[in-house]
């Protein structure tokens, strides 16, 4: 299965849709006497010795990491073969992998229409090759997004669930390593091998083990999320609905989820305020892009490097999240955000009492071509993530799925449940499968 | 005058605050690692050892303890500082309202938190063609910062504060070595409105003689009517004086957010089950307390060895304490070293014996100290001129014969022979061995007796 028409496939593909920022070159990169059962992606935020970890920046054009991802290296030992490391939002931040420094991954379904972001080139590669798993990072939806835009299972565990180690931060506290992949079989096979405490990440080693066969009976529908009944969005969500009530007599109801509206405000400021203070590091000397002109002083050295080689997101983010935690703006924005993270998981815990699940749509609409996107607004932008982000605030863990097509293009639904259950998303996005016909485009 | 302290103490432990790098170095970034190098995709861990020691020395300074604590990132720009934040305590330290009491007097202690130091730069070179190296080793070195009130009245004060205090946390955490970079010390001092910062000082000297230096400087200028502007300086040790620092005046920014990488941890539980040693100066108190020597003479002693005022208290139990000093601080001392080679129970016994054989006069000062010399030595104590036995005998029987008072005292009390004794030894100026001195005299004593 790891062989030449494969590595062949992966280089025309890549050619085509920009999926990789380094890959393997040829069949040469394979070893003649290997045992590999499966292969899979890292994304490029997270390390490996042999390949870059760029996490789309330029401030770290060909930066080699001197260790591997804890993700990476448990999936090595499953007998997993890394093909690349797949191209994304630089540092994770965009909706539309178009904040990459090293080009534009581009849609399976369509070349003119976006991948979805940040984890785009991971959903791509999850879409155009079979039986390929994609570790992907999801810190507001990252993961959900652009599965739900290129028609595959995005996976995103419990914050907490998967080690961190290796994995270039965006926000730490929000940061998930989840999997991209056409089944949620294979994310139910190599969930727990990812999974488990990992002492280079103290955030995971508080976890308790999964149940991955755990029944489904209610799922809870906040009103807030219902999309309009006229979109494209809104009929494939609302048969959706009407299959898994009656195909699967699940006890499917309405609620109400007020603080979803905070979410988002709460999530740019804190996974900001976090970031910014992440990217300091990023200087032009240590590791990364190296600035020769060691004569000047450290403030001019620091800040030319900065601002030659951050994209215009990423300095965006930057100050948003300086700002937001300055002396006179930090009780007002960042400490108020903390705050609201806690009454939306106190939200959440209220409604997951008496129900199992929580299902919104993914995105609000189809992948956008480049063009619209290039007139969106920065702010409209974040608004397109608003019911991704809710979850992704909470820690808990979500799973986007194939729900419908329009106009060629897929649409996802998003199925969340409470902190540690992942395995009631396993279940439910197993069943679904049986229920529902997944389409992959045909390509060459 | 107004003095606050914010002092730095290096955590002796065995690897760094987050990583697994040695505290202990070779040569330049010998030490370093992903973590510690702040390098992307690595993140910390807590060197638990490190908390336990931080927790100690809260509960030592009396502080309030908090239920739990968490870290921050503190994120300034500085080519030392390898994520470009340090990771420290902002809302949530160790402990806070604690106190410390030096000369008997209270001084506040506002918060005790750990750190983690940054790296070293060193400037190289012949001057104009300077470059600057840096060194990681000391990146993500454990430290614990503890912070005062400005309750110090005057330099030396501050000095005496700062004696006392890490006298006490060296021996509570165990820190043996005293070497400068161990301790750092920042001071603001006012003797008016405004206060003054002076960063950075190492030594308890310096400390002493920048604020003196800084105390005198602003009182110059309130009595020339100017005023004194609130600035950061720095200490020039080798000129004695302190200069307005080169960094901004304006108070840096440092946009602290919680470390989300390292997460809560339960201190209070942690610290109820602590083990509180005693440490040198509450043990030099209770010294004083017992042994009603005066506070200077047990700081002595304590401060001398651990082990000598071990020694004291075991001495203090055959003899009192004004006959044991003299001795403890004398011959002992000077024979310290030697004596704690071979220190073992038998040598007590032989030093409490000697110390309560002087003080009843059963041997001279000049046998004493010869006896502590030989024990340190590890050679056999030889008297200086034995006589022969009969020489003894004829002395004795002069003396009782001097002294017949002396025969019908020892019927009703047996220590009537010392008088006979101390005689003796004064006589003979300490040439025989008391032992056998006391035997013999005691048999002429009771052969009188029997006779009469």
Same mark, same amino acid.
């Given at each position: 299965?790891?062989?030449?028409?494969?590595?062949?496939?992966?280089?025309?593909?890549?050619?085509?849709?920009?999926?990789?920022?380094?890959?393997?070159?040829?069949?040469?990169?394979?070893?003649?006497?290997?045992?590999?059962?499966?292969?899979?992606?890292?994304?490029?935020?997270?390390?490996?010795?042999?390949?870059?970890?760029?996490?789309?920046?330029?401030?770290?054009?060909?930066?080699?990491?001197?260790?591997?991802?804890?993700?990476?290296?448990?999936?090595?030992?499953?007998?997993?073969?890394?093909?690349?490391?797949?191209?994304?939002?630089?540092?994770?931040?965009?909706?539309?992998?178009?904040?990459?420094?090293?080009?534009?991954? &581009?849609?399976?379904? %369509? +070349?003119?229409?976006?991948?979805?972001?940040? =984890?785009?080139? /991971?959903?791509?590669? $999850?879409?155009?090759?079979?039986?390929?798993?994609?570790?992907?990072?999801?810190?507001?939806?990252?993961?959900?997004?652009?599965?739900?835009?290129?028609?595959?299972?995005?996976?995103?565990?419990?914050?907490?669930?998967?080690?961190?180690?290796?994995?270039?931060?965006?926000?730490?506290?929000?940061?998930?390593?989840?999997?991209?992949?056409?089944?949620?079989?294979?994310?139910?096979?190599?969930?727990?091998?990812?999974?488990?405490?990992?002492?280079?990440?103290?955030?995971?080693?508080?976890?308790?083990?999964?149940?991955?066969?755990?029944?489904?009976?209610?799922?809870?529908?906040?009103?807030?999320?219902?999309?309009?009944?006229?979109?494209?969005?809104?009929?494939?969500?609302?048969?959706?609905?009407? &299959?898994?009530?009656? %195909? +699967?007599?699940?006890?499917?109801?309405?609620? =109400?989820?007020? /603080?979803?509206?905070? $979410?988002?405000?709460?999530?740019?400021?804190?996974?900001?305020?976090?970031?910014?203070?992440?990217?300091?590091?990023?200087?032009?000397?240590?590791?990364?892009?190296?600035?020769?002109?060691?004569?000047?002083?450290?403030?001019?050295?620091?800040?030319?490097?900065?601002?030659?080689?951050?994209?215009?997101?990423?300095?965006?983010?930057?100050?948003?999240?300086?700002?937001?935690?300055?002396?006179?703006?930090?009780?007002?924005?960042?400490?108020?955000?903390?705050?609201?993270?806690?009454?939306?998981?106190?939200?959440?815990?209220?409604?997951?009492?008496?129900?199992?699940?929580?299902?919104?749509?993914?995105?609000?609409?189809?992948?956008?071509?480049?063009?619209?996107?290039?007139?969106?607004?920065?702010?409209?932008?974040?608004?397109?993530?608003?019911?991704?982000?809710?979850?992704?605030?909470?820690?808990?863990?979500?799973?986007?799925?194939?729900?419908?097509?329009?106009?060629?293009?897929?649409?996802?639904?998003?199925?969340?449940?409470?902190?540690?259950?992942?395995?009631?998303?396993?279940?439910?996005?197993?069943?679904?499968?049986?229920?529902?016909?997944?389409?992959?485009?045909?390509?060459? | 005058?107004?003095?606050?302290?914010?002092?730095?103490?290096q955590?002796p432990t065995k690897s760094k605050?987050?990583?697994?790098c040695s505290t202990i170095a070779s040569y330049?970034?010998s030490e370093?690692?992903?973590?510690?190098?702040?390098?992307?995709?690595?993140?910390?861990?807590?060197?638990?050892?490190?908390?336990?020691?931080?927790?100690?020395?809260?509960?030592?300074?009396?502080?309030?303890?908090?239920?739990?604590?968490?870290?921050?990132?503190?994120?300034?720009?500085?080519?030392?500082?390898?994520?470009?934040?340090?990771?420290?305590?902002?809302?949530?330290?160790?402990?806070?309202?604690?106190?410390?009491?030096?000369?008997?007097?209270?001084?506040?202690?506002?918060?005790?938190?750990?750190?983690?130091?940054?790296?070293?730069?060193?400037?190289?070179?012949?001057?104009?063609?300077?470059?600057?190296?840096?060194?990681?080793n000391r990146?993500?070195i454990?430290?614990?910062?503890?912070?005062?009130?400005?309750?110090?009245?005057?330099?030396?004060?501050?000095?005496?504060?700062?004696?006392?205090?890490?006298?006490?946390?060296?021996?509570?955490?165990?820190?043996?070595e005293?070497d400068?970079q161990?301790?750092?010390?920042?001071?603001?001092?006012?003797?008016?409105?405004?206060?003054?910062?002076?960063?950075?000082?190492?030594?308890?000297?310096?400390?002493?003689?920048?604020?003196?230096?800084?105390?005198?400087?602003?009182?110059?200028?309130?009595?020339?009517?100017?005023?004194?502007?609130?600035?950061?300086?720095?200490?020039?040790?080798?000129?004695?004086?302190?200069?307005?620092?080169?960094?901004?005046?304006?108070?840096?920014?440092?946009?602290?957010?919680?470390?989300?990488?390292?997460?809560?941890?339960?201190?209070?539980?942690?610290?109820?089950?602590?083990?509180?040693?005693?440490?040198?100066?509450?043990?030099?108190?209770?010294?004083?307390?017992?042994?009603?020597?005066?506070?200077?003479?047990?700081?002595?002693?304590?401060?001398?060895?651990?082990?000598?005022?071990?020694?004291?208290?075991?001495?203090?139990?055959?003899?009192?304490?004004?006959?044991?000093?003299?001795?403890?601080?004398?011959?002992?001392?000077?024979?310290?070293?030697?004596?704690?080679?071979?220190?073992?129970?038998?040598?007590?016994?032989?030093?409490?014996?000697?110390?309560?054989?002087?003080?009843?006069?059963?041997?001279?000062?000049?046998?004493?100290?010869?006896?502590?010399?030989?024990?340190?030595?590890?050679?056999?104590?030889?008297?200086?001129?034995?006589?022969?036995?009969?020489?003894?005998?004829?002395?004795?029987?002069?003396?009782?014969?001097?002294?017949?008072?002396?025969?019908?005292?020892?019927?009703?009390?047996?220590?009537?022979?010392?008088?006979?004794?101390?005689?003796?030894?004064?006589?003979?100026?300490?040439?025989?061995?008391?032992?056998?001195?006391?035997?013999?005299?005691?048999?002429?004593?009771?052969?009188?007796?029997?006779?009469?």
């Open positions: 299965m790891i062989d030449f028409p494969l590595i062949e496939k992966v280089l025309r593909l890549d050619e085509r849709h920009k999926v990789f920022v380094d890959r393997v070159r040829g069949i040469e990169d394979i070893p003649s006497d290997h045992d590999f059962s499966f292969h899979f992606s890292a994304k490029d935020n997270l390390c490996t010795s042999e390949f870059q970890a760029t996490a789309g920046s330029k401030i770290l054009q060909g930066y080699r990491p001197p260790f591997d991802a804890t993700a990476v290296r448990r999936l090595r030992e499953a007998g997993g073969f890394l093909l690349g490391k797949t191209n994304m939002d630089e540092f994770g931040f965009g909706t539309f992998s178009t904040n990459s420094a090293f080009g534009v991954p &581009k849609n399976p379904f %369509d +070349l003119e229409r976006s991948c979805g972001g940040s =984890s785009g080139g /991971a959903a791509a590669a $999850a879409c155009l090759l079979e039986d390929h798993l994609a570790l992907g990072v999801s810190t507001g939806g990252s993961i959900s997004c652009p599965a739900s835009f290129c028609g595959v299972v995005g996976f995103t565990p419990t914050y907490g669930r998967v080690s961190r180690w290796g994995l270039i931060d965006y926000a730490n506290s929000l940061d998930k390593i989840g999997l991209l992949s056409r089944s949620a079989k294979d994310v139910r096979k190599y969930l727990p091998f990812i999974s488990g405490p990992d002492a280079r990440d103290p955030t995971s080693l508080a976890q308790p083990s999964m149940d991955l066969d755990e029944k489904v009976r209610s799922i809870a529908i906040p009103e807030e999320a219902m999309p309009s009944s006229e979109s494209e969005m809104g009929k494939a969500f609302l048969s959706a609905m009407e &299959k898994l009530e009656n %195909d +699967l007599d699940l006890r499917v109801e309405k609620v =109400s989820l007020k /603080a979803l509206k905070y $979410a988002l405000p709460a999530y740019y400021i804190l996974a900001t305020s976090e970031a910014s203070t992440n990217l300091a590091r990023y200087c032009g000397m240590r590791f990364g892009v190296l600035n020769e002109e060691t004569d000047e002083h450290f403030n001019e050295f620091f800040s030319k490097t900065r601002s030659a080689c951050f994209g215009k997101e990423a300095k965006r983010r930057i100050l948003l999240g300086t700002f937001s935690r300055m002396v006179g703006f930090r009780d007002r924005y960042y400490m108020k955000a903390l705050a609201v993270r806690e009454l939306i998981n106190h939200e959440y815990g209220r409604v997951f009492q008496d129900h199992d699940l929580i299902l919104t749509p993914t995105m609000p609409f189809i992948s956008p071509r480049f063009d619209e996107i290039a007139r969106m607004r920065p702010v409209e932008m974040y608004e397109a993530d608003y019911l991704t982000v809710p979850a992704n605030l909470g820690g808990l863990p979500h799973v986007s799925v194939p729900c419908g097509y329009a106009s060629g293009m897929p649409m996802g639904m998003q199925f969340v449940a409470p902190h540690w259950r992942e395995g009631r998303l396993l279940t439910i996005s197993q069943e679904w499968e049986e229920i529902f016909q997944y389409r992959f485009p045909e390509v060459g | 005058m107004k003095i606050g302290l914010e002092i730095h103490l955590l605050l987050f990583c697994t330049p970034n370093v690692c992903p973590i510690c190098l702040g390098f992307p995709g690595s993140r910390p861990a807590l060197n638990a050892r490190a908390l336990e020691m931080g927790a100690l020395i809260a509960r030592f300074l009396k502080c309030e303890i908090n239920e739990t604590i968490w870290f921050s990132r503190k994120t300034y720009f500085y080519p030392d500082l390898p994520k470009d934040f340090q990771i420290t305590q902002y809302e949530s330290p160790l402990g806070t309202n604690g106190e410390f009491y030096v000369g008997g007097r209270r001084i506040g202690i506002w918060r005790a938190h750990l750190e983690e130091d940054p790296g070293r730069i060193r400037r190289v070179g012949r001057a104009g063609e300077e470059v600057s190296l840096i060194d990681y990146s993500g454990p430290l614990v910062e503890i912070v005062t009130a400005p309750d110090i009245e005057s330099p030396s004060e501050a000095r005496d504060f700062l004696t006392d205090l890490l006298i006490e946390l060296r021996h509570l955490v165990g820190i043996t005293q400068e161990t301790v750092r010390v920042d001071a603001n001092i006012s003797i008016g409105e405004e206060r003054v910062e002076i960063k950075n000082i190492t030594g308890l000297k310096n400390l002493e003689r920048g604020l003196k230096f800084e105390a005198s400087r602003q009182s110059k200028l309130l009595n020339a009517g100017k005023t004194i502007v609130r600035e950061t300086r720095r200490y020039d040790e080798e000129r004695g004086v302190t200069l307005p620092s080169r960094e901004k005046e304006v108070e840096e920014d440092y946009g602290y957010i919680g470390e989300p990488d390292l997460g809560v941890f339960n201190i209070a539980a942690m610290s109820i089950g602590m083990e509180t040693i005693e440490t040198p100066l509450v043990r030099a108190d209770r010294l004083c307390r017992l042994h009603s020597i005066d506070r200077q003479t047990a700081r002595q002693i304590i401060l001398t060895s651990w082990k000598l005022a071990d020694l004291f208290e075991y001495l203090c139990l055959s003899s009192p304490a004004e006959k044991v000093i003299p001795w403890l601080l004398g011959p002992i001392s000077s024979n310290w070293e030697d004596l704690l080679r071979s220190m073992n129970h038998e040598t007590k016994e032989e030093l409490s014996w000697i110390i309560a054989g002087v003080a009843e006069g059963k041997m001279t000062d000049g046998e004493g100290r010869q006896r502590i010399e030989a024990l340190a030595l590890g050679t056999e104590f030889q008297p200086a001129e034995l006589k022969s036995e009969e020489e003894l005998d004829s002395l004795i029987a002069s003396l009782v014969d001097e002294h017949p008072q002396v025969v019908q005292d020892y019927k009703s009390n047996e220590k009537a022979a010392n008088f006979i004794i101390g005689q003796l030894m004064k006589a003979t100026k300490g040439r025989y061995q008391s032992r056998e001195v006391v035997e013999r005299v005691k048999k002429e004593l009771e052969r009188r007796i029997k006779e009469s």
